[in-house]
């Protein structure tokens, strides 16, 4: 549809997306949702005060006895969700009164990955007993006592760095001394291991539609992201479509349907410095059923590990090599890796980092849209390199 103003989506427009680009449900409801407020005012600042009278509000509607919260600060770190650290004095069932150090991670008006609330905390929840995340308390899926959708889980202790060295915006380029990277890397691919092998049929997924064996989990995604490409971006790119058009051709069956996190790496969980474990697995906002070989090519991509002291091997992650990092996955998970697979899911994953970088993440400061302008900016500016990347990854395989 030629002259679209993307800035002020028409219905007939949305709907079209719609009918294009079919997705499970819950995506298709927070991707029109993002539309359909598109045009309407920008993001404004949030105060503390506006988030405590919300989780107030909130709890009331959750909780039979009297509560008071406390100590409530904003919490730094993330792109595109906006967190408040407080603590609960409440009468916890099963436990009794007691002090609970919370967290609450809510959206901005709109974010350059847009993603529901309510999935992210039905699959923290259903993997809870698996793998060590932040236990879930409530959600406001819609926005009903908060500015915007939110959800509220458990403080968890760590950090996502050694104290004693540095990383670049949103986690990435890690280095993890020699020291740490057995006990950290070793929960790291076990701890993935586990979520993509565990029985999810047991958990509450009602969020999420349920894909067969087959293509159908991967045409969704491919679904997902083309259609944000279309919504966000600025300028046709030849190469974009070309990419996609290989990923569809290309399609590889899924043997397995996994809990998938989307978004696994360093930079996204936390460990305890005292004995140098992982304790917390965090940002699902990615979250889906599907191929468990999206997370091992992400987990594994050359951008998201470096080299070992001796120049010439490669440690994903920035804890093991190749090799080794894929053997001991396939003996704690009983799954096989698939390196035709791999190839794939590599492709798409630098697919899906041009959309959010090129595409929404202009499109959302653009508009004024988030309390991270400046960072979305930033990643404006590295979308070429991304791009370039995109295009080699694709004549290895053209």
């Known amino acids: 549809m030629p002259n679209v103003d993307k800035n002020r989506p028409s219905q007939e427009w949305i709907e079209q997306l719609r009918k294009r680009f079919p997705c499970e449900k819950e995506i298709d409801r927070i991707l029109t949702r993002k539309l359909t407020r598109r045009a309407g005012p920008p993001f404004s600042p949030v105060s503390l005060e506006t988030l405590i009278a919300g989780t107030r ?5 959750k909780l039979k006895d009297d509560f008071e919260i406390s100590e409530a600060r904003w919490l730094s770190g993330g792109a595109s969700k906006l967190q408040m650290a407080f603590k609960l004095l409440w009468n916890q069932p099963g436990v009794g009164r007691t002090t609970t150090p919370l967290v609450l991670r809510m959206e901005p008006s709109e974010s350059n990955c847009e993603s529901s609330r309510l999935r992210e905390f039905q699959i923290i929840k259903a993997v809870e007993a698996v793998v060590p995340v932040p236990p879930t308390y409530w959600y406001d899926a819609n ?9 509220i889980y458990g403080f968890a202790d760590g950090v996502a760095k050694p104290s004693a060295t540095t990383s670049n915006v949103t986690g990435l380029g890690i280095f993890f001394p020699p020291a740490l990277r057995e006990p950290i890397g070793g929960d790291f691919v076990d701890h993935m291991a586990r979520f993509h092998s565990f ?5 509450d997924l009602s969020a999420f539609d349920k894909p067969e064996p087959g293509t159908q989990a991967i045409e969704w995604e491919l679904n997902h992201w083309e259609r944000v490409w279309e919504e966000d971006s600025n300028e046709d ?13 290309n399609m590889p069956a899924v043997d397995h349907i996994s809990v998938v996190h989307g978004d696994y790496r360093t930079g996204n969980f936390l460990f305890t410095e005292h004995n140098n474990r992982i304790s917390a697995l965090l940002d699902w906002e990615m979250g889906h059923l599907g191929d468990r070989h999206l997370d091992l090519a992400w987990a594994t991509n050359p951008t998201l590990g470096h080299m070992a002291e001796d120049g010439n091997t490669f440690l994903c992650g920035g804890f093991l090599p190749r090799e080794e990092f894929f053997a001991r996955y396939e003996k704690a998970s009983g799954l096989k890796v698939i390196p035709e697979s791999l190839i794939y899911y590599d ?8 959309v959010l970088c090129m595409a929404a993440a202009y499109r959302v400061p653009s508009n004024g849209k ?10 404006i500016g590295i979308s070429y390199s991304i791009l370039e990347g995109l295009r080699v990854k694709l004549e290895t395989v053209l």
């Open 57 to 61: 509000a909130l709890l009331r509607s």
């Open 143 to 151: 926005g009903e006592f908060y500015p915007y959708p939110a959800m």
């Open 199 to 203: 029985d999810w049929r047991k958990a």
């Open 237 to 249: 790119i030849p190469l974009m479509r070309l990419a996609m058009s290989w990923l569809r051709a």
């Open 347 to 354: 492709i798409f994953g630098a697919y899906k980092i041009v």
């Open 370 to 379: 988030s309390h991270q302008d400046v960072l979305l900016a930033w990643l």
